[in-house]
Nanobody, 115 residues
Framework: QVQLVESGGGLVQPGGSLMLSCTVS????????MGWHREAPGKQRELVAG???????MYADSVKGRFNISRDYAKNTVYLQMNSLKPEDTAVYYC?????????WGQGTQVTVSS
């Protein structure tokens, strides 16, 4: 059974940094896609950043230049380094892993940016 374990959320002041991690157990490390979505109160879930098998990455316009996504294939883990955080980054962040025939979600981790 595939399980995603997320960590790294928390409370940070504007301008601060956080790093989220998501480790996949029970699944092949060669996932087609590993990424992060977020859902803020009253808003739809949106893609924040993704990393494709082979190295290509993608980012929402709102986080370009501030966030960096990376994959560690040996650990079957995806990271999201978030810098220069803004109050509008406040949301529950969900890890997402996609295989050809299935996709999985983590339980979500809260990120709050506030002074």
């Amino acid at each position: 059974q595939v399980q995603l374990v997320e960590s790294g959320g928390g409370l940070v002041q504007p301008g601060g940094s956080l790093m989220l991690s998501c480790t996949v157990s029970g699944g092949d490390f060669r996932a087609d896609f590993m990424g992060w979505h977020r859902e803020a109160p009253g808003k739809q879930r949106e893609l924040v950043a993704g990393a494709l098998l082979g190295g290509k990455t993608m980012y929402a316009d709102s986080v370009k230049g501030r966030f960096n996504i990376s994959r560690d294939y040996a650990k079957n883990t995806v990271y999201l380094q978030m810098n220069s955080l803004k109050p509008e980054d406040t949301a529950v962040y969900y890890c997402n892993v996609q295989y050809p025939l299935a996709y999985y979600w983590g339980q979500g981790t809260q990120v709050t940016v506030s002074s």
